[in-house]
């Protein structure tokens, strides 16, 4: 774990930051070569990703102010504008940016399950390789395992200030490597026959049913009606919104 990387004149460098700009560089890319295989404007795709990008990162925020960290956020309310201190959500980030894309798309009379089909090998990889950038940041950490096994975070991580020296299980890793075998199998479907937005529906429930799991390993997140985290209720709402979103789009189209 390194939370920092170097430093430039004094000015320290955060591990998370490089890396997450990584992550969504290596997104676009992939996601502007499959734009172009399809034969969409460079250009208005680069708008559209940096307009997406945008409401990821406001859904980021305000998903882990309202359902991840609440009550923390509730005692302190002007630490909501300190982004520069953590406390991005995932899956927020992907809701915001998906619904600001679906907007554009509509501004841009695209087809929506076309235009997500593209996005979505680029998005899960950029996610692998975020969570990487949280394993270096030292957060989105796992529970105790109770043995021998697991990542002792150091002193000065949020992992260690919880639980200290015990083994934790190493939920972000696992998490980056799932995203990586998804992104495997999106590139392989990409080129199959696929009825428009199932590689997108795919996207979403492989990602989604491998992070509800996973939640069961996190030691970071409150828990809800259930017992079910945040993060698990977002999962089991995210599939069931695509599916039943993409069956009715299917069904509308067949029967006109």
């Given at each position: 774990?390194?939370?920092?990387?170097f430093e430039?004149?004094?000015?320290?460098?955060?591990?998370?930051?490089v890396?997450?700009?990584?992550?969504?560089?290596?997104?676009?890319?992939?996601?502007?070569?499959?734009?172009?295989?399809?034969?969409?404007?460079?250009?208005?795709?680069?708008?559209?990703?940096?307009?997406?990008?945008?409401?990821?990162?406001?859904?980021?925020?305000?998903?882990?102010?309202?359902?991840?960290?609440?009550?923390?956020?509730?005692?302190?309310?002007?630490?909501?504008?300190?982004?520069?201190?953590?406390?991005?959500?995932?899956?927020?980030?992907?809701?915001?940016?998906?619904?600001?894309?679906?907007?554009?798309?509509?501004?841009?009379?695209?087809?929506?399950?076309?235009?997500?089909?593209?996005?979505?090998?680029?998005?899960?990889?950029?996610?692998?390789?975020?969570?990487?950038?949280?394993?270096?940041?030292?957060?989105?950490?796992?529970?105790?395992?109770?043995?021998?096994f697991?990542?002792?975070?150091?002193?000065?991580?949020?992992?260690?200030?919880?639980?200290?020296?015990?083994?934790?299980?190493?939920?972000?890793?696992?998490?980056?490597?799932?995203?990586?075998?998804?992104?495997?199998?999106?590139?392989?479907?990409?080129?199959?026959?696929?009825?428009?937005?199932?590689?997108?529906?795919?996207?979403?429930?492989?990602?989604?049913?491998?992070?509800?799991?996973?939640?069961?390993?996190?030691?970071?997140?409150?828990?809800?009606?259930?017992?079910?985290?945040?993060?698990?209720?977002?999962?089991?709402?995210a599939?069931?919104?695509?599916?039943v979103?993409?069956?009715?789009?299917?069904?509308?189209?067949?029967?006109?």
């Amino acid at each position: 774990m390194r939370e920092y990387l170097f430093e430039i004149f004094g000015f320290a460098v955060p591990s998370h930051s490089v890396v997450s700009v990584l992550a969504i560089m290596l997104g676009l890319g992939v996601t502007a070569y499959f734009a172009k295989l399809q034969g969409k404007d460079p250009e208005k795709v680069s708008e559209m990703a940096f307009s997406t990008i945008l409401g990821g990162l406001i859904g980021a925020r305000l998903w882990e102010v309202l359902f991840f960290q609440g009550g923390y956020y509730l005692s302190h309310p002007l630490q909501i504008f300190a982004v520069w201190d953590g406390g991005m959500s995932v899956q927020g980030g992907l809701i915001g940016g998906i619904l600001t894309g679906a907007w554009y798309v509509r501004k841009l009379k695209w087809s929506f399950w076309e235009t997500a089909d593209i996005f979505a090998p680029g998005m899960i990889l950029a996610q692998a390789i975020g969570r990487a950038a949280c394993f270096l940041n030292g957060d989105a950490y796992g529970a105790p395992t109770n043995s021998g096994f697991g990542i002792v975070y150091p002193p000065g991580t949020n992992a260690h200030a919880e639980y200290g020296d015990q083994p934790l299980w190493p939920a972000e890793v696992f998490e980056s490597m799932w995203n990586m075998v998804v992104f495997a199998l999106l590139i392989l479907l990409k080129f199959k026959p696929l009825p428009k937005g199932m590689l997108f529906v795919a996207y979403v429930t492989l990602y989604s049913v491998a992070r509800f799991f996973l939640e069961y390993l996190r030691g970071d997140t409150p828990e809800y009606l259930f017992n079910w985290t945040a993060g698990q209720w977002t999962s089991v709402a995210a599939i069931g919104v695509t599916v039943v979103l993409y069956a009715a789009t299917r069904l509308l189209k067949k029967g006109q």
